[in-house]
């Protein structure tokens, strides 16, 4: 049995899951290596530094770099640690179709590096079936490592908190991976829970599934409402005034970001395309870019209006663009307006300009993500889009 240099190898070890994970273990006592090639953001971390937005990450970073928390672009680490955690996700194809192919070629690139003695530990979300796949294709190339799938849950921007305060759901194929991987995560949280391995990769995709057709619900109760001049804002807050029942009950908004599309996508394949409630999910929060172009297409001459979109990030108070609907708007407006100016509190972007000076150069302004840094913008005289109803206007336009 080989020496292991780190109990701990993250594969993807800088990127938005990984990172907080890796601190994390080497926080609570794990020599930990960060397995990544990208080396501008290795040089930023290495110094202590955070390449994202991750509330108390970066206090915690500089107490553990080069003590327990180690980076590298070396590939060999992977041979010299015990438990892989591997945080790459089975993308979707043109065809919205998960992709297995790159998981394939990924443990080919890797395979070598696998001893029998390691335990591999997946991640990210992946299509249902994958991890059974996995243990198949290592067992035909004689590999007897141990394989797990314990799913990330953590909202991002939140990564420290939630690591430690949040269950953590289990899956393998054995009792001895099981054992040795809840006393892994027992490391963070004191509530772990067990399923089998195809029952995890499901739970993974029905939470973020989930949430993705609750914010289709609401947008398209916005729909509904604004196309017949109605405040959608006035009815739901009637209907959530201390009503038990509409407590989780969301407000309109763009819904995006790297995982709840694709993983929407993902169950809809396993299902054989039967999944019509996704699909009709998946239309009408990828729809609100146009819907919001078309209505103002309605009320004013568009190609005579400078427009101004505030927030560019996927989501509020983060600095994260991946599948943000806010460059779909972009391109929509590109089309039809006469000037579009982008700015985003967080994101420094060739392009982008301050948001007084887009404020200043508009004719109408949409908040497409509703940083906090936004409250005290003095948009007076400004035509208003503002589906978040975050100035409290009613989201009406």
Same mark, same amino acid.
């Given at each position: 049995?080989?020496?292991?240099?780190?109990?701990?190898?993250?594969?993807?070890?800088?990127?938005?899951?990984?990172? $907080?994970?890796?601190?994390?273990?080497?926080?609570?006592?794990?020599?930990?290596?960060?397995?990544?090639?990208?080396?501008?953001?290795?040089?930023?971390?290495?110094?202590?530094?955070?390449?994202?937005?991750?509330?108390?990450?970066?206090?915690?970073?500089?107490?553990?770099?080069?003590?327990?928390?180690?980076?590298?672009?070396?590939?060999?680490?992977?041979?010299?640690?015990?438990?892989?955690?591997?945080?790459?996700?089975? $993308? !979707?194809?043109?065809?919205?179709? $998960?992709?297995?192919?790159?998981?394939?070629?990924?443990?080919?690139?890797?395979?070598?590096?696998?001893?029998?003695?390691?335990?591999?530990?997946?991640?990210?979300?992946?299509?249902?079936?994958?991890?059974?796949?996995?243990?198949?294709?290592?067992?035909?190339?004689?590999?007897?490592?141990?394989?797990?799938?314990?799913?990330?849950?953590?909202?991002?921007?939140?990564?420290?908190?939630?690591?430690?305060?949040?269950?953590?759901?289990?899956?393998?194929f054995d009792d001895v991976s099981l054992?040795?991987?809840?006393?892994?995560?027992?490391?963070?949280?004191?509530?772990?829970?067990?399923?089998?391995?195809?029952?995890?990769?499901?739970?993974?995709?029905?939470?973020? !599934?989930?949430?993705?057709?609750?914010?289709?619900?609401?947008?398209?109760?916005?729909?509904?409402?604004?196309?017949?001049?109605?405040?959608?804002?006035?009815?739901?807050?009637?209907?959530?005034?201390?009503?038990?029942?509409?407590?989780s009950f969301p407000t309109a908004g763009?819904?995006?970001g790297p995982c709840l599309f694709k993983?929407?996508?993902?169950?809809?394949?396993?299902?054989?395309?039967?999944?019509?409630?996704?699909?009709?999910?998946?239309?009408?929060?990828?729809?609100?870019?146009?819907?919001?172009?078309?209505?103002?297409?309605?009320?004013?001459?568009?190609?005579?209006?400078? !427009?101004?979109?505030?927030?560019?990030?996927?989501?509020?108070?983060?600095?994260?663009?991946?599948?943000?609907?806010?460059?779909?708007?972009?391109?929509?407006?590109?089309?039809?307006?006469?000037?579009?100016?982008?700015?985003?509190?967080?994101?420094?972007?060739?392009?982008?300009?301050?948001?007084?000076?887009?404020?200043?150069?508009?004719?109408?302004?949409?908040?497409?993500?509703?940083?906090?840094?936004?409250?005290?913008?003095?948009?007076?005289?400004?035509?208003?889009?503002?589906?978040?109803?975050?100035?409290?206007?009613?989201?009406?336009?």
């Open positions: 049995m080989a020496t292991n240099l780190y109990d701990v190898c993250i594969i993807g070890g800088l990127g938005h899951v990984g990172l $907080p994970l890796g601190i994390s273990f080497a926080d609570s006592g794990k020599k930990v290596i960060l397995y990544d090639i990208n080396q501008k953001t290795i040089d930023i971390v290495s110094r202590g530094k955070m390449p994202f937005i991750e509330e108390g990450a970066e206090e915690v970073l500089k107490r553990v770099i080069g003590k327990t928390l180690f980076i590298s672009s070396d590939k060999e680490v992977i041979s010299e640690s015990y438990f892989i955690v591997i945080v790459i996700g089975t $993308p !979707v194809d043109e065809h919205l179709n $998960p992709e297995f192919t790159i998981f394939k070629k990924f443990f080919e690139e890797i395979i070598d590096l696998i001893r029998d003695d390691q335990h591999i530990v997946l991640r990210s979300t992946v299509f249902p079936g994958t991890s059974e796949k996995i243990k198949g294709y290592l067992e035909s190339r004689g590999k007897l490592a141990k394989l797990s799938f314990c799913p990330e849950r953590i909202a991002q921007g939140k990564a420290m908190e939630e690591l430690r305060q949040l269950p953590q759901i289990i899956a393998s054992k040795e991987v809840k006393e892994l995560f027992s490391l963070l949280t004191d509530e772990i829970l067990f399923l089998r391995p195809i029952e995890a990769e499901l739970a993974k995709l029905f939470t973020n !599934v989930w949430r993705y057709i609750q914010f289709a619900i609401s947008n398209q109760f916005y729909q509904i409402t604004t196309q017949q001049g109605l405040d959608f804002y006035r009815i739901y807050d009637a209907i959530t005034y201390k009503y038990p029942r509409a407590q763009f819904a995006a993983d929407t996508m993902q169950l809809a394949a396993y299902s054989n395309n039967s999944f019509f409630l996704g699909h009709a999910a998946m239309l009408v929060n990828e729809g609100l870019p146009n819907l919001i172009v078309q209505r103002l297409k309605d009320k004013y001459t568009l190609r005579d209006k400078t !427009v101004g979109i505030l927030g560019m990030a996927f989501k509020a108070n983060n600095d994260d663009t991946r599948e943000s609907l806010s460059f779909k708007l972009k391109k929509l407006l590109e089309i039809e307006a006469k000037k579009v100016f982008c700015s985003d509190v967080y994101i420094q972007k060739e392009g982008f300009v301050p948001a007084q000076d887009l404020i200043g150069e508009s004719d109408i302004i949409i908040l497409a993500t509703p940083h906090k840094e936004y409250t005290d913008l003095d948009i007076k005289g400004k035509i208003l889009v503002d589906v978040w109803n975050f100035y409290g206007k009613g989201g009406l336009f």
